[in-house]
């Protein structure tokens, strides 16, 4: 296997791993305050905070380098056994600003046009866009991928952590295959994929940059944030399909000019499948679109405090003319990569009867969170809240259960076919009345 396949191949750099660590217990000090004063759970999912940092105290104050010591840093959050707590190496964080000090990040904003899936454990495209590098060179949705640049990614899978949750492991499996397909743009990767007859295809892909904008949010890293929507005709009837894969204040506007454009459309779906969250204020603005008075999607318990979620009605369009929510159908599409505010408002606006949901079970990893800088310059990623949807139900652990479970299949991929959108298309064209 040649030396580029090992365990840290097509991952963002971390090479301050291995450089010296001053004052390790003041960045060790400063997470575990952090966290222990602003953990909605004074339980902490049952640790005991006090006896924990004892145990890890001496583990950091012998940490010499800044790798050894975000091992104990990781072991400490992980102990919480809950989604949103990680530790976020300062190069990665600061990446688009060229890294940290004379440590430039790799460039790794280079696409080869197409998303992965995990299914019936390989890597497999599940689409591809229309302008991209895969689609120019015959790549289709349904193809295996075997390797990239010589390296099986089927090597790469099998070292992932054994995970008894397969979302987790979906999504751990995507983030594996999806740093490996990237790279810097206009690199050429060399990508082996298995095709409908399981004969192996070799096709070199030139990266073009990510479709989209890039955004920010605090200390975390830099996204390409990204919203397409079109109107189909089936059946007589017209649909609007929005799709968009981050919550960012930078795409508002190009949601509320999609809304504008598809107002006179029979029905409207959301697809959110792969988005992964962002800013959780943002889904109460969306949610106001479609309902036509001011309702609760959900409350976020903090240590102290709650904060409900209140969607107002949009009245005005984006010329500030007077407008009514869009009152037709509405679905929404998630998937297993559904994460974190993506489950908050398609959690929310199932359990006000609003929109139906189609797909699969949704990540389950909902709890809001915020990034903080650490003493060595490091991200603190942590939860600061509990979520709960309208009827007092936590979305942690449980995530979405769509109205109709339509699972992904390649064999549907290799029929070009979308079985969770089909579904979607097929009932809000139909017989319905709307919610």
């Known amino acids: 296997m040649p030396a580029a396949c090992g365990p840290a191949a097509g991952v963002v750099s971390t090479s301050l791993a291995s450089s010296p660590v001053t004052d390790p217990l003041v960045t060790f ?26 145990e ?16 104990v840093l990781s072991d400490m959050v992980a102990r919480l056994k809950q989604s949103h707590f990680s530790i976020i190496p300062r190069e990665i964080a600061d990446a688009t600003g060229g890294g940290s000090g004379n440590t430039p990040a790799p460039d790794r904003r280079g696409s080869i046009g197409a998303e992965v899936r995990y299914l019936d454990g390989a890597m497999v495209i599940a689409r591809i866009d229309r ?62 994929f298995a095709d409908e007859r399981g004969t192996d295809r070799t096709v070199r892909l030139v990266r073009t940059p990510e479709p989209g904008v890039v955004a920010k949010f605090g200390n975390l890293p830099a996204m390409n944030a990204q919203l397409t929507y079109e109107r189909m005709k089936t059946s007589g009837k017209t649909v609007g399909i929005i799709r968009f894969n981050i919550w960012m204040p930078i795409l508002s506007p190009q949601f509320d000019a999609a809304v504008d454009s598809l107002r006179d459309a029979d029905a409207i779906i959301l697809d959110i499948r792969g988005n992964f969250g962002g800013v959780g204020g943002m889904s109460m603005g969306i949610a106001g679109h479609f309902l036509d008075s001011t309702r609760t999607i959900g409350t976020m318990i903090q240590r102290g405090a709650t904060l409900k979620f209140v969607a107002n009605p949009r009245r005005v369009d984006t010329r500030s003319r007077g407008v009514s929510p869009y009152a037709g159908p509405l679905a929404i599409v998630v998937d297993e990569l559904s994460i974190s505010t993506t489950e908050i408002f398609a959690g929310g606006m199932q359990a006000l009867g609003r929109a139906r949901i ?24 942590h939860a600061i809240a509990d979520f709960l949807n309208p009827v007092g139900k936590p979305l942690e652990g449980a995530g979405v259960t769509p109205d109709r479970v339509v699972p992904l299949t390649r064999g549907a991929l290799l029929a070009r076919r979308d ?3 089909d579904a979607a298309i097929a009932w809000a064209i139909g017989p319905v009345t709307a919610k």
């Open 358 to 381: 189609f797909g699969v079970q949704t990540s389950g990893q909902a709890l809001p969170s915020v990034p903080e800088r650490l003493p060595n310059g490091d991200i603190l990623y």
């Open 131 to 192: 302008e991209g590098p895969a689609a120019r060179a015959g790549v289709r949705t349904g193809w295996q991928v075997q390797s990239v640049n010589g390296c099986p990614v089927s090597a790469r899978l099998a070292r992932m952590p054994n995970e008894p949750d397969a979302r987790r492991e979906a999504l751990t499996a995507y983030a594996i295959a999806t740093q490996a397909l990237a790279g810097a743009v206009g690199d050429t990767a060399t990508v082996v």
């Open 29 to 54: 000090d400063s997470a575990w305050s952090i966290i222990g004063r602003t953990h909605w759970d004074t339980t902490y999912n049952g640790v005991n905070w006090s006896a924990l940092r004892a």
């Open 419 to 421: 079985p969770a959108l």
């Open 56 to 71: 890890l105290r001496p583990r950091a104050a012998a940490a010499t380098t800044t790798g050894e010591l975000r091992v």
